[in-house]
Structure formats: structure tokens, C-alpha cells
């Protein structure tokens, strides 16, 4: 069990607003896409990125991890934001979901922490996107049984503190 850290919380899927229910349905049904043949867990993961147009609709850019050999290939979080960027969309960015799956099938009782790559990326979105540290993370287990929010601040904390 991972703990949280200070800043992060444990909240209920349907205590999410409407929009962040969206994302984290959206990212589950992506999961099927997954491709992780060479990785030791085989976890599927799925990430998505909700972005506000200036006409207030919403749009929500999903992908899932895509490996290749030799132990590289793109991690969800990465990709979700990859999309979002060729969509010249980033500037409208509101928050970005994870969510993952055990490589059998089965749902996972914990929440996945995006790697310290993706987090350089969220930061990046963050950036371009006016929130900065405030941009949110909401992370998943597969069933949402155990949500987490908590912002790319709390996760790469001083990611900003530069001329």
C-alpha cells in the first residue's frame, strides 16, 4: 500500500465532479488498447486529459501505454498528453486521470502513481496550460474503488522553480 502524501486525498468516484467521472469512465474503457507485452507487471494502463475549449465544451484525449522493444515505448500519461499537444490543445488543459489494470484481467486494489518521466510531462501540460501546480492528478484503481486526487505540485514538487 502506497502512502498518501501531504496534500493528497482519498476521495469517492461519485463525490468526483461530473467531468472527472467522465475522464476516469473514458480511461477505463480505453484500457483494452493497451500494449505491454515486454513489461514484468503486464499492466494495462489508460490516461486522459480534459480540456475546456474557450466555447466551454469539453474534450477529453485518451491513449493507453504502447511498449516496444528493447523496454521503451510510451507510458499512457505521456501519450494522452502527446495527443492533446498535436491537437493544439494544451493551453485548454484541465486535469489529467490515470488509471491501470492487472495484467491478467483483474482490477487492481491500488492507485497508479504516474514514473517520474510522465510527471516531468504532466508538469510540462501543467505549464502550458496557465495552472501549473495546481493541475490536478486524479489516479484510479480499475474499478475506482480507491481514487486519489492530488496535484503535479504535490507529485514533482519545486517542478517550476526556475528563471
Not at 469517492?12 to 467531468?19: G, N, S, T
Not at 467522465?22 to 507487471?41: F, I, Q, T
Not at 477529453?60 to 501505454?65: D, E, F, K, R
Request: negative net charge.
Amino acid at each position: 500500500m502506497v502512502s498518501l502524501l501531504d496534500g493528497e486525498m482519498v476521495v469517492d468516484f461519485a463525490d468526483l465532479a461530473l467531468q472527472e467521472q467522465r475522464m476516469l469512465r473514458r480511461a477505463k474503457d480505453e484500457l483494452v488498447g493497451s500494449h505491454h507485452p515486454y513489461s514484468k507487471s503486464g499492466h494495462s494502463v489508460a490516461s486522459v486529459v480534459w480540456v475546456i475549449l474557450p466555447d466551454d465544451r469539453s474534450r477529453y484525449y485518451a491513449c493507453t501505454n504502447f511498449e516496444v522493444r528493447p523496454r521503451s515505448g510510451a507510458c499512457a500519461e505521456d501519450a494522452a498528453i502527446f495527443m492533446t499537444h498535436a491537437a493544439h490543445r494544451t493551453e485548454y488543459a484541465q486535469a489529467i486521470c490515470v488509471i491501470d489494470e492487472n495484467g491478467d484481467g483483474s482490477p487492481t486494489e491500488e492507485v497508479p502513481y504516474p514514473c517520474p518521466v510522465s510527471r516531468g510531462a504532466i508538469a510540462e501540460l501543467a505549464q502550458l496550460s496557465g495552472l501549473r501546480e495546481d493541475f490536478p492528478v486524479i489516479l484510479s484503481t480499475t474499478n475506482f474503488d480507491k481514487v486519489v486526487k492530488t496535484t503535479i505540485g504535490i507529485l514533482l514538487p519545486h517542478a517550476f522553480d526556475y528563471p
